[in-house]
């Protein structure tokens, strides 16, 4: 990625920079980039909060402007577009939760895919009244769940045929062969990245690891679906992050890298070993360590049993690993949630409360 001016600063558009990931990297890239100036479009959704900023040091937030608004708004794109010479685009807004597609699949069409198809819309229109740059880049930032489900061997390659399982991963599949269609069709430079399940700081608590954090915490059921022996290949999100610059910056267009911590581990063995984390720092033993209230409940349908990255061609065509190792950075994101309690509280909305009401059957109370 360059800019075609070199003496100002190159502007980023990050789509859902208030959700988990898109949070994570904003903060990463100002500390790491002093040339990048950031425009965060985000909706808002439950899973969105722009308050994760407020807390960004004077150098960091003037280079950081946050704008309300839907990936679906044409004309909001085109306005972004036109105001700023935009050298890429970072493409995290999405509906993200499996379960909820699940429940809800219309959401997850409407703003993957549409929304996906208006962004590719407003940054051709763009890229073509500038003179097509080459050094324009769309970054497309989707999962490895795209891939389906892996039995006990074998790996996810860039050629691994898709196949998905949930609503979910079908309308990220959708919006990666639109970015790989208008890369070939009309060579928009476009790049998808597919990672595997990450985790870290600001992750909403509807995903597996920080749901069963506070549910320790609070000392409520941990629902474990199925035998619990379903695997991920965890990532750290701060490695997800450095792959992300590394791709903006030195990855080829038209092409895909998968992303992956090399950090298989059982369902069941992430909450036993959150349960010990936490009876550590909250001092419970015996008869009230937190294992007793691990309790397996139905199956997800669909549920894909394994994933697995083989992620050999981002680490040798553009030379990332994945710095922290996984034990040390479950500590550090069970120490963030125990620092963080304020946030915690500030995301729960009513719409959250509903939310583990209708999936667990569990009556959150008022004031929680
Ligand atoms: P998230 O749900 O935490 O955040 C999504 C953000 O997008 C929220 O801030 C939300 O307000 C915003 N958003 C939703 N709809 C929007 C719309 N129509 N217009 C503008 N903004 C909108 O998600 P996340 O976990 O940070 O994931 C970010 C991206 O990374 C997603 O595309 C996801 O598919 C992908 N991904 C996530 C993981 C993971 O483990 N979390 C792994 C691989 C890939
Ligand atoms: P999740 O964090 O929802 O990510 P994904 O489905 O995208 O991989 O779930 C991770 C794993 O944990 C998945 O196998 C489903 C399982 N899981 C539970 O067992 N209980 C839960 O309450 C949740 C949310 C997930």
Request: aromatic share 10%; proline share 5%.
């Amino acid at each position: 990625m360059t800019d075609d001016n070199t003496d100002e600063m190159i502007h980023l558009l990050v789509t859902g920079g208030a959700g988990f990931i898109g949070t994570n990297f904003i903060r990463h890239a100002l500390s790491l980039r002093p040339d990048w100036f950031i425009t965060n479009l985000d909706a808002l959704t439950y899973a969105g909060n722009s308050a994760n900023f407020n807390d960004l040091p004077q150098a960091l937030a003037s280079r950081h402007k946050f704008i309300h608004g839907d990936i679906r708004d044409a004309s909001l794109l085109d306005q972004l577009f036109s105001e700023h010479e935009i050298s890429a685009v970072v493409h995290f807004a999405a509906e993200s939760h499996v379960d909820r597609s699940i429940l809800g699949p219309e959401a997850f069409v409407e703003t993957n895919i549409t929304g996906t198809f208006r962004l590719l819309e407003a940054s051709l229109k763009a890229w073509r009244v500038r003179g097509k740059p080459e050094g324009f880049r769309f970054l497309h930032v989707s999962t490895d769940e795209v891939y389906g489900s892996l039995g006990p061997q074998g790996y996810f390659t860039e050629q691994t045929p898709y196949e998905p399982s949930s609503p979910y991963s079908a309308s990220k599949a959708a919006s990666d062969h639109f970015v790989k269609a208008y890369f070939r069709t009309y060579g928009l430079p476009g790049i998808v990245t597919n990672s595997s399940n990450n985790f870290g700081p600001y992750q909403f608590p509807e995903k597996l690891i920080p749901l069963m954090i506070l549910n320790i915490v609070e000392q409520k059921p941990l629902p474990v679906y199925g035998d619990g022996k379903n695997v991920r290949d965890w990532l750290y999100v701060l490695d997800h992050c450095s792959a992300l610059i590394k791709v903006l910056e030195e990855g080829r267009p038209g092409e895909t890298y998968n992303i992956g911590g090399g950090a298989e581990r059982q369902n069941i063995d992430i909450v036993h070993l959150l349960c010990d984390l936490l009876d550590s720092r909250l001092g419970r033993s015996g008869e009230q360590s937190s294992q007793r209230l691990v309790t397996f409940v139905p199956d997800r349908p669909g549920h894909d049993r394994r994933y697995a990255i083989d992620c050999t061609k981002i680490k040798r065509e553009l030379g990332w690993e994945p710095e922290h190792r996984f034990d040390q950075a479950l500590e550090a994101t069970v120490e963030w949630y125990l620092d963080h309690m304020q946030w915690v509280e500030s995301i729960r909305s009513g719409e959250y409360r509903k939310w583990i009401e209708r999936q667990y059957g569990i009556k959150e109370e008022v004031g929680n």
